[in-house]
Nanobody, 125 residues
Framework: QVQVVESGGGLVQAGGSLRLSCTAS????????MGWFRQAPGKEREGVSC????????VYADSVKGRFTISRDNAKDTLYLQLNSLKPEDTAMYYC??????????????????WGQGTQVTVSS
């Protein structure tokens, strides 16, 4: 059974930083590209970033480009998202998910699976 667990969220002031982690078990983690998504209250889930199986290709939503960094440690079956220069509009529940293959698909949620329960990020102004 695949289990995906996010952690690292919290309350931070605007301009601050957080590092999110996502551990995955029950699957061969290095076989899959991984994505981060977020969902704010009343809004649709949106893609934030994706990293391919090897970690040498990354893609970001325009809204986070230059501020967020995705990375992975395949030896630890763990995905990371470094969030810098946080803004109040970054407030959301953050989720990680696996793709169906080794390469990053687009940011459409149906192209991902094995969603975690999420970790809340709240940025105060």
């Amino acid at each position: 059974q695949v289990q995906v667990v996010e952690s690292g969220g919290g309350l931070v002031q605007a301009g601050g930083s957080l590092r999110l982690s996502c551990t995955a078990s029950g699957l061969t983690f290095p076989d899959y590209a991984m994505g981060w998504f977020r969902q704010a209250p009343g809004k649709e889930r949106e893609g934030v970033s994706c990293i391919n199986w090897k970690g040498d290709y990354t893609v970001y939503a325009d809204s986070v480009k230059g501020r967020f960094t995705i990375s992975r440690d395949n030896a630890k079956d763990t995905l990371y998202l470094q969030l810098n220069s946080l803004k109040p509009e970054d407030t959301a529940m953050y989720y990680c998910a696996t793709s169906f293959g080794a390469l990053c698909p687009d940011f459409s949620p149906p192209h991902y699976r094995n969603w975690g329960q999420g970790t809340q990020v709240t940025v105060s102004s």
